[in-house]
């Protein structure tokens, strides 16, 4: 089997195995987050021998070049060596406030760093010094913010966002990379109906897209859908409604699956909620965020109401309990 | 010489038989087990590789990436000739819908039955 030079030793890899799990194995702990090729955490470099095509879907043609991989996702097929990836996309920031936004999701502001350039809608992985836990979370800011704001799902028995919750102060330090995600407003088409949906905290990444896409000019209706289990789910009315009056082209309703819901408010599956408001969605650009299961439900649901695979943009979060 | 693709009016015609198509296999009971992943765009992205090749077109598939992109599919769920059949019909419809000609589709759906060798691991 292969060998995986890092730092100077030499670790074997077993058949099927990926490097981050041969590393972990080795008691080597390397940065990691989903572990399935999606956050990026674990993009690690090989300086000598060439990562498998698999371990490099996703990563932009820049970082091809330079052989960049991702660990979780590289079953190595030749020796290799590898190096971490470079620190330069590493930003370190001071926790300005935190707001409990409902029961369960803690608002967090964040100074901006200067140099971190990012797009309305991507997302930044968190990293605890302690130990290098990694998790991804989406921004609710918007690049002309002099401030970035996540909204944390507090996740039972989650590691990272129960110490967000409640360890971490005002006034302390974190650090984090990226942006990552391709879930974002292009500004392009500006008369085209756009249709925002999410469930829970997908609200973060949806309201950044929206204020984003008014500021950039966008005159075509931006409907915006945001859901939740049960009414308490819900947040951010108020700044929703805000923002809504002061700009016409935006719409915003909630969605409730089930219980009681806000007088305005749908209930029943937000797909289907969506489509029975809306009606014909070709021509429409989509924005989907939140849960995965609902938002592969959102996707095929929107799919066959007309959008256009090639119009619809999805961030489907993990949340990972314990891992 | 005008090739399949270029009758059949390029890349803009693939694209536009794409979403049709992908919407045919996933509301078919019969088959879109085979079609539903993680990531639908991803899938759709697929779809518009086979799409291009059935349609004559710069493609980089090839026989190899066909059976091993397929074998999961074969070994795992079962996807057998009349599955295969099944979506050859899909690409006919679609494209009867879109207005293409008879003598094209007949075209098309011989490059597609090119590769059934290749995708059902016979």
Redesign the interface.
Known sequence: MPDITFEGIKYDCATDETVLDSLTRHGVLLPSGCRSGSCHACKVKAVKGKPPEASQTGLKDTLKAQHYFLACMCKPEEEIEIALADSSESFSSTIIEKLWLNETVLKIKLTRPDGFQYQAGQFINLSRSSDQLVRSYSLASIASDDFLELHIKRVPDGRMSNWLCDELQTGDTISFFGPSGSCFYVQDNIEQPLLLAGTGTGLAPLYGIARDAIQAGHTGPIHLFYASHHAEGLYYADELKALADEYAQLNCTACVLQGEKPAAALSGAVDQAVVNALGDLTGFRVYICGDAPVVEQMQRSFFFAGASMQSIYADAFAFTPEG | MTTLFEKIGGQASV?AA??PF??RV??DPYVSRFFEG?D??KQ?EKQRGFLTMAFGGPHSYTGKDMREGHRHLVQNMGLNGTHFDQILAHIRSTLASLGVSEELITEAIAIAESTRADVLDL
């Open positions: 694209d794409i979403d992908y919407r996933l509301a993680v639908m765009a759709a």
